[in-house]
């Protein structure tokens, strides 16, 4: 399996302007995660999905997030309008069992 | 909340000897844990989990488990400069396990000097 996929890998964007992060978990696997990892906070569970579904979204920061799982091989994390404090690397993972897998991260710089 | 405490270090030891890493936790109803390792510019890996009070040893690396004191450790014997890395203790959030989302420390940077 090629593993958890995410695109794109690095964003540069400007502060106001829209940003969208793609997801394809593992075939199979029931469980999504999308993930915030800056040097001050860690990792920080942004929302979770099972089955499609979102679970829990009490760690997206504010309305500007919004996270979809149309379906069960994509999702998407979209910060709208994008601000500097923003800027960090953004993993997801997706899971089954007792084990989740990280995707490479998209690294996403606001300036 | 569930909360994990890690020593952000960095933690340096040198080659060939044993590097220790620790970790608290503050829900004791918690059931599993994991250690995570993550390369610089790159995204955590398991590498080990823990379910039960004790060791449980996996090539060079060996968990160790302790619930009465909410304390779990990850031992890398004969560490080598590519041991150098972040490892991220984590717990599951929920009571289904960690393919419901787990709470990571901040991790401990660790640095295997030549």
């Known amino acids: 399996d090629a593993g958890v996929i995410q695109s794109p890998r690095h964003e540069v964007t400007e502060m106001g302007q829209e940003v969208t992060l793609r997801c394809k978990p593992i075939?199979?696997?029931?469980?999504l995660f999308w993930y915030r990892q800056t040097m001050m906070r860690g990792l920080e569970l942004l929302i979770y999905?099972?089955?499609?579904?979102?679970?829990?979204d009490s760690g997206m920061p504010e309305d500007r997030f919004s996270a979809k799982m149309p379906n069960a091989s994509f999702s998407t994390l979209k910060i709208q309008p994008s601000e500097p404090r923003d800027s960090a690397v953004y993993f997801c993972?997706?899971?089954?069992?007792?084990?989740?897998?990280f995707g490479e991260g998209s690294w996403l710089t606001v300036v | 909340q569930k909360e994990v405490e890690q020593n952000s270090g960095p933690l340096s030891v040198p080659e060939g000897a044993i590097a220790s890493l620790n970790c608290t936790y503050s829900d004791r109803g918690s059931q599993s844990f994991f250690w995570y390792r993550q390369y610089s510019g790159k995204s955590p890996e398991l590498i080990m989990s823990i379910y039960s009070n004790g060791d449980k040893e996996d090539g060079r690396f060996t968990a160790q488990l302790n619930k009465a004191s909410q304390y779990v450790s990850l031992l890398i014997r004969d560490s080598q400069p590519s041991d150098s890395a972040t490892y991220l203790c984590?717990?599951?959030?929920?009571?289904?396990?960690?393919?419901?989302?787990?709470?990571f420390g901040k991790g401990t940077h660790l640095i295997i000097q030549p």
């Open positions: 993972a997706s899971g089954q069992g007792n084990t989740i897998y």
């Open positions: 075939s199979g696997h029931n469980s």
């Open positions: 984590a717990v599951p959030m929920y009571s289904g396990g960690g393919a419901d989302g787990l709470t």
């Open positions: 999905f099972n089955n499609n579904v979102p679970i829990d």
